[in-house]
């Protein structure tokens, strides 16, 4: 079952790619743009307004990067905890990219909204507290699925041993941190 997430474990690293499950839905965003720029021609050449196939080209530019930029960058992305060199990265094809050092993290909790949940790991800075995404918004009608299951079963709690976080409570306001 580890290939939901793409989850790796070795004794100094853990690996998982947060959007796995993500399509790019390419096809679907070239269509969607194709429709825009036809409606943009067309309300330029039945009202004569000329700024209408300007805006709808900028808006078929938007919805083709944006599939570009999550088929091939987001969905792509890794989150790598490593102990070798005390560091917590996030990979993209682009660029590797050093988030924190791993003595700085707090611990994992959850943020949850009316329809929707997701892990946040907790960071302290020198000054301040900063939150980093562990996972994308997972629907609460999706909680009994066999990747969110196994994200909660395996993934969360392998981080938090292989971190060494203590199970307590972490209470944050406007990054002040209350340990209780």
Known sequence: MQHYYNFKVS????SFE??????????????????VLVIGITITYLIDLKGGLIFSILISTAIF???????????????LFDKTENAFYKITPLAK????????????????????????????????????????DIKI???????????????????????NLKKEALIIFDSELINI
């Open 97 to 136: 990219k050093k988030i924190s050092a791993l003595n700085s993290i707090l611990g994992i909790t959850t943020k949850s909204g009316s329809f929707h949940f997701n892990y946040i790991l907790i960071l302290k800075n020198k000054t301040s507290i900063k939150k980093i995404h562990l996972t994308d």
């Open 141 to 163: 009608e999706n909680q009994n699925n066999p990747e969110v299951r196994f994200l909660e079963m395996e993934i969360i709690p392998q981080l938090e041993s292989f971190l």
């Open 18 to 35: 947060p959007y796995w499950h993500h399509k790019s839905y390419l096809l679907l965003n070239f269509i969607l743009g194709i429709i």
């Open 11 to 14: 004794k100094n690293q853990i």
């Open 65 to 79: 990067l944006n599939s570009i930029y999550r088929g091939t960058i987001q969905n792509k992305t890794i989150l």
